[in-house]
Structures are given as structure tokens and as C-alpha cells.
């Protein structure tokens, strides 16, 4: 136990015995003399400074013991004052005086006076403590709630900051949207007169076409009527219209029409009698025929520009209308965008200035609860406690007392577990006596309750779901879409962060000018012939047309159709070989045209060294042959109904149609005809058996096209030689050539090889051939 203080002199001066009255209510009225204490006691150390280190100290206690000891150290340093002066001094602090009464005080007047001030220095002492604790915590809540305004006016001038960000990417991109939505109409503006210009184009050479149609049919009249009346007369007229047409449309054929015309004046200078007559007139009709079929092709290659042109100006249109639309919308999302953040900046910024005034007075608050805390801490330290103490002391020095009280010593407090880790808890703060009471004031109270823990739990970040996928950004070539999520609840104090606002994946890789999507290939063809070395082919089918600027591979390309070599062996007898092995449904389609000459040896080639050695038949497993004619019109002469017994009848009834040869129409209604008739288990083999004067060039290989695309194998047997469209059969016929073309020189040859010729073609549309 620590000693009492002492002295190593006595006091002689008469003490004074004072009544015991409480009187703690009247030290505020007593300011000025404590003042004048305090004054003293500031010779030891300057009280503000001992104020200031007693609030910052981590051990409060120790800094009350070292500042009441300084005073007291004072006391005892000094002679106490006269006794007038402490009894007006006792009766501002415990009330009236009492008369003088002796030289000396009683013990026990001293020891109520003792116990008067003692119970004051202990209630100064614990408020002491407890203004000391208050003061600690209340500057840091002010400052906690201030760093907290200070947080807030950063994240209001961010926003802020962001949202002007906006409103100047926004103002900066609308009138580049706007410009480019004016170059986008004139863009259209423009595209849609090419258009109207390149359709008129078409009008005006489909009126030029019609306008041949018409010059072609008075000039067919007029040469029927010659070659019907056979007059003479009428040759130069002929010639003078035929003249005409042909410096009114200068087409290839025209220029052989004009050659022809001149031989109608050689004609009408030369012509003795009627002998010419037929080879006159057959070859003017030949050359009509074929120009009506050249017109005829021409205006249906005409017809398919002008769709396809259309197509590509509606497709072209449609696009930029969407893209004008787009950027309609675009433009109208920017200027709703800038309203919206500029009312947006409005409400922050109100918001910004109305936290950071906020801020300022938290921050002037903390300031001020700091000056008032340091007052009243230096009041009760130095004025109150100090002045209590010395006053008791200096009593007991003018008592002639040697020893003087000792009040209790206790610890620091010493705080148990808090009730929360964060967010403000309670515990149950204790302390320990160190130097027990002597005379002097007793111990504070050693157990109090006291917040704990006030920092703010760390608060995580909180985002909202995921909004849908945006529309793509790009149709084709690849492009982007997004998803966004807003924050609402911003991360703090140490708090996990915010995870990704924006999450982005690419969409439509698909390339905008893409080449085609093929099928899988096929199962193998049958071998095309029989013997020979003949060819299985397989084929991708084309699932899906190219776009853009994308490609396709041809038809026959390595990509699109394969073949391997089958029936390498040599072929039998040719002239006696029959057919055998897997069904066919074979069409045999027979140009009637004007231009076939001798069609009795065709007939003959087909009843007698052809059908019949079909293995024609009404089964399942038979092969049947349907017979299609055709010159500028097409029928079906019989059908897949029936032998050879059924067909002859048939092939003898076949005539000449005359006209001209259009292919197409031929090709068409067998299409037709093999989709409604033809076999699952039957190989589909259509066989063209023509002179080669095709009027319809172009169509006719329009409708090839189609037909090979669905499967079916087609066939040219030419009779004839000099064709005037040599290079288009192989455009016609299923590849390879030396399988699918037959070249004969006429139809005498026909006629007298027809057994050979015959056999040669069953071996390369059979499976199997056999000679009886």
C-alpha cells in the first residue's frame, strides 16, 4: 500500500472548526476562487496541454494520478495560506461559517469537514471518469458519421461525374447518328432509282421482245400464205418485210432471216418453176421456228433477270430500311437518354450538395464536441478535483497534521468481451484497486457498462439480377450482346467488392457473305453401264443457297459429286444384248420439231432395236418406259402403262408436230410426269432424242438443272451433224459425257445401225445386260 503524504514540518496557525453542510451546488458560484487555484496550478504544467494528453492517453487513470499529484506536490511545496482564507475559501464550497472558536479545530469538526470533501472528490472523480469516457467516444461517432458523409459525397460526385460522362458521349454521338441517318435515305433514295431505272431497262426490252413476237408472226403469215398460194408476186414482199424486221431488232438469227430474204430476191429473178417451192419454204419456216424459240428463251431469261433483280433491290431495301430504323431508334434512345441523364445530373447533384453541407457541419460538430469536451474535462480536472484536494489538504496541513488523506488508486478499465463484433455492442468494463483509501476519498465505482465495438460492419457489395440479352449487335460476321446489373448496395468498410456489372458474349458468327451448306453425300449410284467401265457417282445435295458475296461449288465440282469405275468389263454382243438387273423408269423424250427429218427411221429405232429390249413389263420388278413428245409444245403419248405390246402401238401413231424445238416445255412436263409416276426402287433415266436445234437455250438448261438436282439421269442421243449449239448439250446431260451423249450422224446412220446403236445405249443405262 502506498503511503500517505507527509510533511516534515507542523502548522502553527489557529485552526478553525466549520460546520459540516453540503454544499455542492454552489461550487459553480465559486469559479473565480477556483480559478485562482487552478492559476497556481498551472505552474506545474499548462493545464490544456494536460487536458489534451489526458483525452488521447491510453491510460486515463495514470494521467488524473499524475496531474492531482502535481497539484498536491504544489500544496506541500508551499506554506498554507492564512486561515481567514480557508474558511472563505470551506464556506463557498460546504457552506456558512461558523464562529471562530479556539487555536485549534477539533478532531472532529476536522474529521466531518474531511469526510464533506472526501464524498465531493469522490462524485468529482467518477464524473470525471465518466465525461473522460464520453468525451472519447463522442468526437469519434461525430468523425465515424463524417467519414461516412465524406464516402457518400465521393460516390455522389462519381455518379455525378458518370452520368455528365454520358450526356457528353450521348450529345457527342447524336449528330453523327443524325448525319449518317441522312446519308442512309439518300443512300436508299438513290438504290431505289437504280432499281426503277434497271426495271425499266427490263420493260423496255420486254416491250422490245413482245415487239419481235409481233414482227415474227405477220412475217410467219406472210410466208404461209406464199408457200400456200405460191405466188410469185409476193416473193419481193417477203423479202422487203423480212429486211425490215431484221434492221428493226439485228439479232444473229435476223441477220441469217436478212441473208435468207436476199435469196428470195434471187428467187423472183431466177426462179423458172415450182420445184424450188419446198426447199424454199422449209428453210424460211426453219429460221421463223427458230426465231420464235429464240425469243421465246429470250424473254423467259428476261423474266428470271427482272425477278432476280427485283429480289436484290427488295432484299437491299429492306435492309437499309432496317438499318434506317435503327438508327431512327438509336437516335431516339440518345435524345431520351440525355433528358434522362440530365434530370438524373439535377437529382445528384442536389443530393451531392445537400451531403457535403452534411459533411461540413459533421466536421464542425466533431471540432466543436472536442473544444467543449476539453473544457468541461479541464473544469472538473483541474478546477473541481484539484481545487477539492488541495483545499482538504491544505486543512489538514493547518491542522497540524503530518500525514495527509490518501484517496483510492484504482487501475485502468479493463474491458470483457463486447456483445458484437461490429455495429456497436456492449461489455461490462472492470477495474482494480491499486492503492486503497486513507482518510481520503473512497474508490469509484469499479464495474460499469460501456459501448463497445462502433465501427461499422463491413458492408458488401449487393447487385441486382441480370437484365435479358441484348438484340445482337451485328446480324451476320459475329457481334455482341450484353447483359447488365446495377449495384444496390454499395460495397463498405472493408466489405467484398462489387462482382462484373457487364457480362458480354459474341452471337451470329455466322458470316455474312457465307458460301453454301451442302448435304451429306448420298449412298452410291447404280453403275451407269453395264459394261464398258461404267461410273457410280454419290452427291452432296445443296441444303442452303450462298449468300452475299459467298460461293457454291458447281454441280460437278469434287466437293458436290464423286465417282468411282464399276463394270469394267467388256460388253457382249451389242446388236443382240438385252436388258437386265435393277427396274428402270425410263422417259424417252422425242423432239417433233419441224427440223427432225426422216422420223419414220426414229420410229422404226424405237419399236424395233430399243423398246423391246427394256424388259418392259407391268411388275414391280420390271423396267417401264413412258414416251413424251414435244416441239414448241409438249405431251405425253403414253405413260408408264404397260410392254412393249401396249407401247408399239404408241410409237407407230408418233408424228411429226412441226414448229420449232423448245426444249424446256419438254423437259417441264416430264418433271411433272416422273414425280407423280415414277418409283422408289426404279432408277429415274429421261433420254432426249433431238437434232440439236434448240430454240430455248437458256430455259432448257434452267429446266436440266432442276431435273439432275432431284436425281434424275439424263440423257442426249443428237442425230445429225453442224449443230448451231454444240457447246450447250453438255450443259444438259448428267456427267461424265462419253456415258450420258450419243452422236449420230443422221438418221440414215440410225437406221442402219439401229441394232448397235441400240445395244450400245442399254449397256449404259442397265445394271446388267445379257444376250439371250
Known amino acids: 500500500m502506498r503511503k500517505p503524504l507527509r510533511r516534515a514540518w507542523t502548522l502553527s496557525a489557529p485552526v478553525v472548526e466549520l460546520p459540516l453542510l453540503w454544499a455542492w451546488l454552489l461550487l459553480p458560484a465559486s469559479a473565480a476562487s477556483m480559478a485562482s487555484m487552478r492559476a497556481r496550478g498551472l505552474a506545474v504544467e499548462g493545464a490544456a496541454a494536460a487536458t489534451a494528453r489526458l483525452l488521447s492517453s491510453d491510460s486515463p487513470q495514470s494521467e488524473i494520478r499524475r496531474v492531482v499529484q502535481a497539484h498536491r506536490s504544489e500544496t506541500l511545496a508551499r506554506a498554507p495560506p492564512p486561515m481567514l482564507v480557508l474558511q472563505r475559501q470551506l464556506r463557498l464550497v460546504l457552506g456558512q461559517l461558523s464562529s471562530q472558536v479556539g487555536l485549534r479545530s477539533s478532531p472532529a469538526v476536522l474529521e466531518k469537514t474531511t469526510i464533506a470533501l472526501n464524498r465531493m472528490i469522490a462524485e468529482t472523480r467518477w464524473e470525471l471518469d465518466e465525461k473522460v469516457e464520453e468525451c472519447r467516444e463522442r468526437p469519434d461517432a461525430l468523425a465515424d458519421e463524417a467519414s461516412d458523409a465524406n464516402l457518400d459525397v465521393q460516390e ?32 436508299l433514295r438513290e438504290e431505289k432509282r437504280d432499281c426503277s431505272m434497271e426495271l425499266r431497262e427490263h420493260t423496255e426490252r420486254g416491250e422490245s421482245i413482245r415487239a419481235d413476237q409481233d414482227a415474227v408472226r405477220k412475217l410467219g403469215k406472210m410466208i404461209h400464205d406464199f408457200c400456200v398460194n405460191w405466188n410469185l408476186a409476193q416473193v419481193s414482199a417477203v423479202g422487203d418485210a423480212a429486211r425490215a424486221a431484221a434492221r428493226a431488232s439485228p439479232r444473229p438469227s435476223w441477220t441469217s432471216l436478212l441473208r435468207l430474204a436476199e435469196s428470195f430476191d434471187a428467187a423472183h429473178r431466177h ?139 484504482v487501475t485502468e478499465w479493463a474491458g470483457g468481451e463486447c456483445s458484437a463484433s461490429c455495429g456497436g455492442g456492449t461489455q461490462q468494463a472492470t477495474r482494480l484497486v491499486i492503492v486503497a483509501a486513507w482518510k481520503g476519498a473512497e474508490c469509484p465505482p469499479l464495474k460499469m457498462h460501456r459501448r463497445c465495438n462502433e465501427n461499422h460492419c463491413p458492408q458488401n457489395c449487393v447487385v441486382s439480377f441480370w437484365t435479358g ?70 452427291h452432296r445435295r445443296v441444303m442452303w443457297p450462298p449468300e452475299g458475296a459467298g460461293s457454291c461449288p458447281a454441280e460437278d465440282a469434287p466437293q458436290r459429286m464423286e465417282s468411282r469405275p464399276c463394270n469394267v468389263e467388256a460388253c457382249p454382243d451389242l446388236s443382240n ?6 427396274p428402270l423408269d425410263v422417259v424417252l423424250l422425242v423432239d417433233s420439231s419441224g427440223s427432225m427429218s426422216a422420223f419414220e427411221n426414229i420410229q422404226a429405232f424405237l419399236k424395233s432395236s430399243f423398246a423391246p429390249r427394256l424388259a418392259l413389263g407391268t411388275s414391280a420388278d420390271a423396267s417401264h418406259m413412258a414416251l413424251i413428245q414435244f416441239s414448241d409444245t409438249a405431251k405425253v403419248l403414253s405413260g408408264f402403262d404397260g410392254d412393249i405390246n401396249t407401247l408399239a402401238p404408241k410409237i407407230d401413231s408418233m408424228k411429226g408436230m412441226g414448229g ?27 433420254i432426249v432424242l433431238t437434232d440439236g436445234h434448240i430454240a430455248d437455250p437458256f430455259l432448257a438448261s434452267q429446266q436440266a438443272a432442276k431435273l439432275r438436282s432431284q436425281g434424275f439421269r439424263l440423257m442426249l442421243i443428237l ?54
Open 469 to 538: 440479352w441484348s438484340a445482337c449487335s451485328s446480324a451476320c460476321d459475329g457481334g455482341i450482346q450484353e447483359r447488365t446489373r446495377a449495384v444496390t448496395t454499395k460495397e463498405r468498410y472493408g466489405g467484398d467488392p462489387c462482382p462484373e456489372l457487364i457480362e458480354m458474349r459474341t452471337c451470329s458468327p455466322r458470316a455474312c457473305s457465307r458460301d453454301c451448306e451442302l448435304g451429306s453425300w448420298t449412298e452410291w449410284s447404280l453403275c451407269s453401264q453395264a459394261c464398258d467401265q461404267g461410273s457410280q457417282r454419290r
Open 156 to 187: 455522389l460526385a462519381a455518379q455525378v461525374s458518370s452520368i455528365r460522362t454520358e450526356v457528353l458521349q450521348a450529345t457527342e454521338e447524336y449528330p453523327e447518328d443524325k448525319e449518317y441517318l441522312i446519308s442512309m435515305k439518300t443512300e
Open 660 to 686: 420449232y424445238s423448245m426444249l424446256s416445255h419438254g423437259l417441264a412436263l416430264t418433271g411433272s410426269f416422273l414425280a407423280e409416276a415414277s418409283r422408289p426402287q426404279a432408277a429415274p433415266t429421261i
Open 271 to 409: 426462179l423458172r418453176s415450182a420445184s424450188p417451192k419446198t426447199d424454199f419454204c422449209d428453210a424460211i419456216k426453219d429460221h421463223i421456228d427458230a426465231l420464235r424459240g429464240e425469243i421465246e428463251d429470250n424473254a423467259g431469261e428476261l423474266d428470271r433477270e427482272r425477278q432476280e433483280q427485283k429480289r436484290q433491290c427488295e432484299e437491299q431495301a429492306a435492309k437499309e430500311l432496317q438499318e434506317i430504323e435503327r438508327i431512327a431508334r438509336r437516335k431516339g434512345d440518345l435524345s431520351a437518354a440525355m433528358s434522362q441523364a440530365t434530370g438524373r445530373v439535377n437529382v445528384f447533384s442536389e443530393r451531392l450538395r445537400e451531403r457535403d453541407d452534411e459533411r461540413r457541419r459533421l466536421r464542425e460538430d466533431a471540432r466543436f464536441a472536442k473544444r467543449q469536451c476539453e473544457k468541461e474535462v479541464d473544469e472538473l480536472l483541474h478546477e473541481k478535483l484539484c481545487g477539492l484536494v488541495r483545499l482538504r489538504d491544505q486543512l489538514w496541513l493547518q491542522a497540524g497534521k503530518q500525514d495527509l488523506p490518501q484517496d483510492c488508486q
Open 719 to 772: 442425230v445429225g451433224e453442224n449443230h448451231p449449239n454444240d457447246d450447250l448439250f453438255g450443259k444438259l446431260i448428267t456427267q461424265p459425257a462419253r456415258e450420258n451423249l450419243f452422236r449420230v450422224n443422221s438418221t440414215l446412220q440410225l437406221k442402219a445401225n439401229e441394232k448397235v446403236i441400240g445395244g450400245s445405249v442399254l449397256s449404259r443405262i442397265c445394271g446388267e445386260v445379257i444376250v439371250p
Open 577 to 582: 444384248l438385252q436388258c437386265a438387273g435393277p
